[in-house]
C-alpha cells in the first residue's frame, strides 16, 4: 500500500442560475460506455461523486466548438465533449479538500465563424479569450480507520538512507502525476484492471503497526501472484520502477489529467514510452514494496488529485 503526500481537494457545485444550469445541462451529456457488463450502466453523470477524493461533472455553459480551458486550484481540468454541444469538466477533489463551495476557472476562446479573408480582420485579431467563474459544491463524506501489522519495520519508521530513496521516488511518481497531455482519453467510465473481489478501499485513515499515516490513496483487488493486470482505457506508459513503498510500478496517461497506476506487481511487461490499447496487459499481481499479501493497488488520478477508482467502475460507496 504505497505512501500518498498529496492533498486532496473538494469541489463545491454552481451557485444560484449556474446551479440550476447544471442540472438541466447534465441530463444531456454521454459518452462512450466500456463494453463490460459491470460498466453498461454506467453514464457520465454517474461520476458525479463530489467529496473529498470524489469527482464532480460540472456543466460548462458554452456551445462553442472549441472545448474551453477549465482549471481547479491553478491545475488544468479534463473538459470533454457531452451532447447537444455542451461541454463538461471532470474534475477530482483531493481527500484533504474541505466541504465547501468551490470554483472552476473558465477561459474561452475567440471562435471564428467568419471567411478566411475576414479571420485576417484586425477587429477579429484583437479578440481576447473570456474568462468566467463557475460555481460548485462539495459534500462531505467520512472515511473509516484501517489498521495494519507489518513485519519489516523500516516500512513504517524509514532509515535515513531509506528517505533519500523515498524522496527522490516521490518527486518522479508526482511528476508523472502532475502530467496534462492534450489527447482525449478513449474512454473515462473505465474497465476494472483485474477482475476480483475488492478489499482495502480509497481513503482509509490507516495506522501502520499503530502509527498514523498518510490515507490510502487507491482501490485494493484481493487477487493472486501472477493475474494479468490490464489497461482500463488505452494510454501511454510515462514512469515504471520498483519503488520503496510501492514496489514495482506502472503509470499510464490517458490524456488530459487522467492518469492511473499500478503497483506490487511481481511482472512489469511494458517500458516508458509504450502506448497500449484499452484492454492490454502491462503486467501482473505481486507483493512488492509495502504489502501484507498479493494484490493490485490501483490509483486514478485527475487534475493531480488522487481520487475513488470505485467511481469509475460502477462500485462507489457514499
Known amino acids: 500500500m504505497p505512501r500518498d503526500t498529496f492533498r486532496l481537494i473538494k469541489v463545491p457545485l454552481m451557485g444560484c442560475v449556474a446551479a440550476v444550469l447544471a442540472q438541466l445541462f447534465l441530463s444531456l451529456f454521454s459518452l462512450t460506455l466500456p463494453p463490460n457488463a459491470q460498466a453498461a450502466s454506467l453514464t457520465l453523470q454517474s461520476l458525479h461523486q463530489p467529496v ?24 488544468p ?9 455542451r461541454w463538461v469538466a471532470v474534475v477530482g ?25 475576414e479571420i485576417k480582420d ?19 463524506k467520512k472515511y473509516r480507520e484501517q489498521r ?39 474512454n473515462i467510465l473505465l474497465d476494472p484492471p483485474v477482475k ?21 490513496s487507491g482501490l485494493d483487488f484481493a487477487v493472486p501472484t501472477g493475474t494479468p493486470v490490464a489497461a482500463p482505457a488505452a494510454g501511454k ?43 492490454q496487459v502491462l503486467g501482473k499481481v505481486g507483493a512488492t514494496g509495502r504489502v501484507t499479501g498479493a494484490h493490485l493497488h490501483w490509483n486514478v488520478s485527475l487534475n493531480d488529485a488522487r481520487v475513488d477508482p470505485a467511481i469509475f467502475i460502477g462500485q462507489f460507496k457514499p
Not at 477533489?93 to 476557472?105: A, E, G, K, N
Not at 519489516?152 to 497531455?181: C, G, K, W
Not at 476480483?196 to 503497526?209: D, I, T
Open 196 to 216: 476480483g473481489p475488492l478489499s482495502s478501499p480509497f481513503g482509509l485513515k490507516r495506522f501502520f503497526n499503530g502509527e498514523p499515516r498518510a490515507p490510502h
Open 122 to 140: 484586425k477587429r477579429y485579431r484583437e479578440q481576447q479569450p473570456t474568462t468566467r467563474e463557475i460555481k460548485f459544491e462539495v459534500n462531505d
Open 77 to 85: 481540468v479534463l473538459v470533454v465533449a457531452g451532447q447537444e454541444q
Open 148 to 186: 495494519i501489522t507489518v513485519s519489516n519495520s523500516r516500512h513504517v519508521n524509514p532509515l535515513a538512507d531509506d528517505m533519500t530513496r523515498i524522496t527522490r521516488e516521490l518527486e518522479l511518481q508526482n511528476a508523472a502525476y502532475r502530467q496534462f497531455s492534450p489527447n482525449t482519453p478513449s
Open 237 to 279: 506508459v510515462i514512469l515504471t520502477g520498483d519503488y520503496f513503498f510501492n514496489g514495482n510500478t506502472v503509470f499510464l496517461d490517458h490524456g488530459q489529467g487522467l492518469i492511473t497506476m499500478y503497483c506490487h506487481l511481481s511482472v512489469i511487461d511494458v517500458k516508458v514510452g509504450d502506448t497500449l490499447a484499452r484492454g
Open 52 to 75: 473529498p477524493g470524489g469527482v464532480a461533472i460540472v456543466a460548462l455553459p458554452s456551445t462553442n466548438r472549441i472545448p474551453p480551458k477549465v482549471t481547479f486550484l491553478q491545475k
Open 93 to 117: 477533489l483531493p481527500l484533504d479538500l474541505s466541504p465547501q463551495t468551490q470554483v472552476l476557472i473558465v477561459t474561452e476562446q475567440p471562435v471564428n465563424s467568419e471567411s478566411k479573408s
